[in-house]
C-alpha cells in the first residue's frame, strides 16, 4: 500500500502546569495499569457479580467517566476540551449505544448467530477449558479481528463511508468520543462472531471491557504516551488522531479500534499523529445531520428531479 500523508503534531498547552518526567512516565502508564486492573476484577470477583448483567454497564462506565477525569486532570490539547455540547451529544450516544444499538446487534445478528449454531450443532466446548486469560485473548481477538475489517472497509466503499463519515466530523477527541457515529454504522461495526463460541460471561465480560478502554484512551485528550510493550499491540492517542487527520486520504490508516498490531500485520499502520481532526473544513454535525447523512445523496437527487419537474412545469406554462 502506498504511503499516505502523515499529519503533524503540534501539542497545545495543558489545563494544569506540566507535569515533570518522572510524573509523565506515571501518565504514561496508566492505560496499561487499567488493562491489569481489568482482568484482575473479572478474573479474581466472585461469580454473583461477574455474572450480573449490570456490572458490565457499571464497570463501562465507571472506565469512561474515570477518563473523563484524567482529561481534566492532564489534557493532551486545549483544543478537545470538553464542553457542554459535546457532553451532551456525547452523552446522548453512549446511551443510544447501551440500549438501541445493544438490543438491535442482540436481536439481529447474536441471537440469529445462536440459533443457527445450535441448529448445525456447532460446539466450542474446548473453548470452555481455556485459561481464563486465554479465553479473554480470544474474545479481543475474534471482536477487533472482525471491527478491523468493516471499519477498513468502511473507508474504502462509497455506501459504507457515507455511513462512518459522521464518526470523522466530529472536531475534537475525548474518551466518549468512540460511541459517536450514524447509527447504522454504530450496528456494522458492533457486528462480530463471538456468539459461535462457548465461554464464560466472565471472559467475554472482560474482554469486552479490555476493548472498551483501549478505545476510550484511543480518543481520550490525555497526556499519555503508553511505553512500547503497550503500543505495539494496542491502539493509543496518537494511531487514532492521526485516523481522524483533516484529509481524507491520511484516516486510511490504523484502522483498528483496539489491537493496533492488526495495522502492523495487515500493512496499513502509520506513524504520526494530528492535533486537529474533522472532516469537511471542520464541520460540526448536529445529531439530526449525523442521522440523515447516509441518505444525503438521495435527498440531494429526489430534490434534484423536483427542482427539475417545477422547471419544465414553469417552462410548459410559459
Known amino acids: 500500500m502506498e504511503q499516505l500523508p502523515i499529519s503533524c503534531t503540534v501539542l497545545s498547552g495543558a489545563r ?13 502508564l496508566i492505560p496499561a495499569a487499567y488493562l491489569v486492573a481489568i482482568a484482575a476484577f473479572w478474573g479474581l470477583s466472585p461469580k454473583w457479580l461477574v455474572e450480573a448483567p449490570w456490572t ?30 459535546e457532553f451532551l451529544t456525547d452523552l446522548f450516544y453512549v446511551v443510544l449505544g447501551a440500549t438501541a444499538i445493544s438490543w438491535a446487534s442482540m436481536k439481529l445478528a447474536e441471537d440469529p448467530l445462536k440459533a443457527a449454531k445450535a441448529s448445525l450443532g456447532i460446539s466450542t466446548e474446548w473453548a470452555m477449558h481455556l485459561p481464563f486469560l486465554l479465553q479473554v485473548a480470544m474474545v479481543i481477538l475474534v471482536i477487533e479481528f472482525g471491527q478491523y475489517w468493516m471499519h477498513r472497509l468502511m473507508h474504502n466503499s462509497t455506501p459504507f463511508w457515507l455511513t462512518h463519515a459522521p464518526h470523522h466530523h466530529i472536531t475534537q477527541l475525548n474518551a466518549a468520543k468512540g460511541y459517536v457515529g450514524n447509527p447504522i454504522e454504530l450496528f456494522l461495526i458492533s457486528l462480530s462472531l463471538l456468539a459461535l463460541f462457548d465461554l464464560p460471561p466472565a471472559a467475554v465480560f472482560c474482554g469486552l471491557n479490555i476493548l472498551s478502554a483501549v478505545s476510550t484512551f484511543a480518543h481520550a485528550n490525555l497526556r499519555a504516551d503508553p511505553p512500547k510493550f503497550y503500543s505495539l499491540i494496542f491502539t493509543t492517542i496518537r494511531h487514532h488522531s492521526l485516523h481522524h487527520s483533516t484529509d481524507y486520504e491520511s484516516t486510511r490508516c490504523n484502522y483498528a479500534n483496539s489491537l493496533i498490531l492488526l495495522d502492523r500485520l495487515f500493512g496499513t499502520y502509520r506513524e504520526g499523529e494530528a492535533s486537529v481532526v474533522g472532516q469537511d473544513d471542520l464541520r460540526r454535525l448536529s445529531i439530526r445531520e ?22 419544465a412545469s414553469i417552462q410548459a406554462i410559459n
Open 16 to 28: 494544569t502546569q506540566p507535569v515533570s518526567n518522572m510524573s509523565q512516565r506515571l501518565w504514561d
Open 56 to 85: 458490565l454497564i457499571a464497570v463501562s462506565s465507571l472506565i469512561t467517566l474515570s477518563v473523563l477525569g484524567l482529561e481534566w486532570l492532564n489534557e493532551r490539547h486545549v483544543g478537545w476540551r470538553m464542553n457542554r455540547r
Open 290 to 311: 449525523q442521522f440523515l447523512f447516509p441518505f444525503q445523496p438521495a435527498i440531494a437527487r429526489v430534490r434534484e428531479r423536483k427542482r427539475a419537474g417545477r422547471d
